[in-house]
């Protein structure tokens, strides 16, 4: 552990890891009781396009790898791709800003559905990466950032559940949790 522990890029992918997991488990959390609760869905319609979320989710994961390697195979250097659709998903992310005053429909759909290609597009950069610390020590490296990332969860799952019930709204939680993986 004390070569794991001695490499800086551990501490920038547990930055990174935990800024990630705020977005996409914030969501997971949150958005079939925002949905509910205050955009009136029922539980049919909550059911419906929470499954057009993950969906979309997923596809963001898939085309974030394809676009790397497609930026890759066109000279763009490993590291650039990476920070490319990075930061593409992080801006992504940042939709969540709007979500609040997004009108019930289609804006508000698609403006989640941006949310969810980006939140789940930030997972293949931060894996790659964190492959890419050593191979030799691949199981404590995931395995560390994996528990931080949880344990920070848990940290901040009870916050968010009291400014939810403070201010009897899910809007300030949600525009928070998209923000950090930009920063990271």
């Known amino acids: 552990f004390r070569d794991v522990l001695r490499d800086r890029r551990l501490w920038l992918l547990l930055v990174t890891v935990i800024a990630i997991n705020i977005t996409w488990h914030g969501y997971r959390a949150w958005l079939p009781l925002y949905l ?9 319609q909550m059911s419906r396009f929470t499954t057009y979320y993950y969906l979309v ?17 066109r000279g763009v250097a490993l590291q650039t ?17 709007l979500v609040p005053f997004l009108p019930d429909g289609w804006p508000l ?16 950069s931060y894996f790659a990466l964190s492959q890419e610390v050593s191979a030799r020590h691949q199981g404590k490296i995931t395995g560390t950032l994996g528990f931080a990332a949880h344990l920070s969860l848990a940290m901040i799952y009870p916050l968010e559940g009291l400014i939810n019930d403070r201010t009897g ?5 949600l525009c928070i949790v998209g923000v950090p993986p930009l920063f990271a």
């Open 36 to 44: 509910q609760e205050q955009r009136g869905f029922n539980e049919a």
């Open 81 to 97: 791709s990476r920070l490319i659709t990075y930061g593409g998903s992080a801006l992504l992310t940042t939709t969540t800003l």
């Open 109 to 124: 759909k698609v403006g989640l559905l941006l949310v969810a290609f980006g939140a789940l597009g930030l997972f293949p």
């Open 57 to 73: 989710a997923d596809v963001g994961s898939w085309t974030v790898g394809g676009l790397t390697l497609w930026l890759c195979r």
């Open 169 to 173: 709204s899910f809007n300030l939680v």
